[in-house]
């Protein structure tokens, strides 16, 4: 597997996070959050063979980049647990909690320069690039360097993944105490969070393994190599469950909302536009590389020029029963003025497609009646595209064209097709 791919995956969240940084760098939580994608990049980006290739030809030193990357390990790690401690007390200034903060640092310290003299003290002739752990799990120093490493990763990465538990359990139960923003979308990405840091937990059990079974002869390479897939799946988790919170807020309303309300749109689109217009006039389709917002206006506007087109269909006295009754049977008032809407143009366009007389006059009350509508709710579209379904359910006795399409020689309005107008002018 490619390493540079969850590198620079994790270098694109450090640089969406790089702003927050500079504005608030004097905030310990920022700080590490920024630290542990940092190292979590270097981790992959020196753990390349290319990389690797090029780190010890420049050092003359066979696996330099082995401690390299067990530093830069160590140094993640304790990233780590000095965020789970930022998290924990979510309060920047306390004396305690930085106590915790420099007892972690002093010891992952210690844990690196440990790593250093095992693999000064050590000897690893034969470069290997890939079974590093494996092929030296025998070899004093080495072999010690190798257990310290993954029992420091490993460790680690539980504790962040409990870390992110607590905090995201604290958010659900919104405790007053805790000064911590009860957001949905912080809750989903800090439980994307602990799963990735789960799956880290898992490649460092899957190379101690492959250690132990070197111990007693047996080969287990395979399990070693297939733990470097779970380190990338764990570290692309990691770079989701940072983004979620910082774009999510975004991509909410630009994205989902958008797409919500088109679909909503759905019913209310398939009733006014099952049969063409008189006009059958051309309209240009929304370009296919279109983002939602592109085509929710262009879905809006399809429905008002349809819905003007049916505009000579309307009837007047069905909105206003249907209105009446949807009042009679408890809905609010936003609701009945849609229920009302909803029920003009179901039968408008029934009567369109029987093949109705058009009058252009009773156009003229219903397009006031949806303007003075839209002008005081909003989101108008979306409940009458609601409320169209209900109709479809309407007990016998409702409006003309709400449950049961007009007959052939009557219009909406209630009168013969050559009769007077069914809706006043004004």
């Excluded at 069905?318 to 209105?323: G, L």
């Excluded at 209900?390 to 709400?402: E, I, Q, R, S």
Aim: with cysteine.
């Amino acid at each position: 597997m490619n390493l540079y791919f969850p590198a620079a995956a994790l270098g694109i969240v450090l640089v969406v996070k790089l702003p927050s940084l500079v504005r608030r760098w004097h905030s310990p939580v920022v700080r590490s959050v920024n630290a542990v994608i940092f190292l979590q990049a270097a981790a992959f980006f020196f753990s390349a063979p290319p990389t690797i290739t090029v780190v010890n030809e420049m050092t003359g030193v066979s696996n330099f980049s082995v401690v390299l990357v067990y530093c830069i390990l160590s140094a993640y790690a304790c990233a780590c647990r000095v965020l789970m401690e930022n998290w924990r007390e979510d309060v920047e200034v306390l004396p305690h909690t930085r106590r915790r903060v420099r007892r972690w640092i002093w010891g992952h310290g210690v844990v690196t320069i440990l790593l250093i003299g095992c693999f000064v003290w050590g000897e690893a002739p034969v470069e290997r690039q890939r079974d590093f752990e494996t092929y030296y799990a025998n070899t004093p120093f080495m072999r010690e360097m190798v257990l310290l490493c993954l029992f420091a990763v490993t460790a680690s990465a539980a504790a962040a993944a409990a870390a992110c538990w607590k905090w995201a359990r604290d958010i659900r139960r919104e405790f007053p105490e805790r000064r911590t923003p009860a957001g949905g979308l912080l809750r989903i990405g800090l439980g994307v969070l602990a799963v990735g840091f789960l799956t880290n937990v898992t490649y460092g059990t899957a190379k101690l393994a492959a250690v132990v079974a070197a111990w007693s002869g047996r080969d287990w390479e395979p399990l070693n190599r297939a733990a470097m897939s779970f380190a990338c799946l764990g570290t692309l988790l990691v770079a989701v469950g940072f983004l979620i919170p910082i774009v999510g807020p975004w991509i909410t309303p630009q994205v989902f909302g958008p797409l919500r309300t088109l679909r909503s749109l759905g019913p209310l689109r398939r009733t006014i536009c099952s049969v063409g217009g008189p006009r059958g006039r051309m309209r240009l389709p929304t370009p296919w590389y279109a983002g939602p917002g592109r085509r929710l206006t262009d879905r809006m506007t399809d429905i008002h020029d349809r819905m003007l087109e049916l505009g000579a269909y309307c009837s007047e006295e069905v909105r206003a029963d249907a209105y009446a009754r949807a009042r009679e049977g408890g809905k609010t008032e936003a609701e009945s003025v849609a229920f009302g809407l909803a029920a003009m143009f179901r039968a408008a366009a029934d009567a369109r497609a029987l093949g109705m007389p058009a009058d252009k006059e009773q156009g003229v009350a219903a397009v006031r009646a949806l303007r003075a509508a839209e002008a005081k709710y909003r989101d108008l579209l979306v409940g009458i595209s609601r409320a169209l379904p209900a109709l479809a359910v309407m007990p016998h006795g409702a409006p003309a064209g709400a449950a049961d399409s007009p007959s052939p020689d009557r219009h909406p309005s209630g009168q013969s097709p050559d009769g007077a107008a069914g809706m006043e002018a004004a």
